[in-house]
Structure formats: C-alpha cells, structure tokens
Nanobody
Framework: QVQLVESGGGLVQAGGSLRLSCAASGSIARINGMGWYRQAPGKQRELVTTITSGGSTNYVDSVRGRFTISRDNAKNTVYLQMNSLKPEDTAVYYC???????????????WGQGTQVTVSS
C-alpha cells in the first residue's frame, strides 16, 4: 500500500504565505502524477495543481501566478508554495498521487488525509 502524509497547513493573514508538503511512503514501485486538491465548506473538491514525474505543471486559473507546485522524486515528496493568499483560498487541501504499488498491476489514485488552510481577511 501507499500512504500520503501532508503537513504545513495553518492560519495565515491575507497576503501571507504557506508551504504544504506531502510525502509518499509504503510499497511504492513508481509514482506518476502528483497534485493538490482542495475542498471549501459546502463546495465540491476541486483540482488546484498537478505535476508530472517529468516536472510539467498545470494550475487552476484562480491560483496561477500565486501558487507553485514542485516535487522531489528521490524523496517521493510534493510541495505546494502558496503566496499572496486570499480568504477564498481557505479550504482543506488534499494531496494526490497516481502510483503503482509493489506487486500491483495498475496505477491507482492515493489520497492524503487533508490539511486545513485558513486565510483571514
């Protein structure tokens, strides 16, 4: 199995910054794409950003230019640097990895437990 553990959430004032980390561990054969999703109260979970194993990135329009995703393949870790935070960025942020477990026959989606990000105005 593959486990994802997030860290780095918290409370910050508007305009501030936070950095989230997500480390994958367990019986990992290979990790393909990784990414971050978020879910605000009363809303559906939405994609924020993704990064391929080769480093290609994609962002939702609302965070482009403010958020930066990166990954360390040697550590099976993905990061999310969030700058110029806005109250509307308040949500639970979830890490996602598309990974092949040792002994597995197909890639699967794995999720972290979520970390709360709260931006005060």
């Amino acid at each position: 199995q593959v486990q994802l553990v997030e860290s780095g959430g918290g409370l910050v004032q508007a305009g501030g910054s936070l950095r989230l980390s997500c480390a994958a561990s367990g019986s990992i054969a290979r990790i393909n794409g990784m990414g971050w999703y978020r879910q605000a109260p009363g809303k559906q979970r939405e994609l924020v950003t993704t990064i391929t194993s080769g480093g290609s990135t994609n962002y939702v329009d609302s965070v482009r230019g403010r958020f930066t995703i990166s990954r360390d393949n040697a550590k099976n870790t993905v990061y999310l640097q969030m700058n110029s935070l806005k109250p509307e960025d308040t949500a639970v942020y979830y890490c996602n990895a598309v990974a092949l477990a040792v002994g597995g026959v197909r890639y699967r989606d794995y999720w972290g437990q979520g970390t709360q990000v709260t931006v005060s105005s």
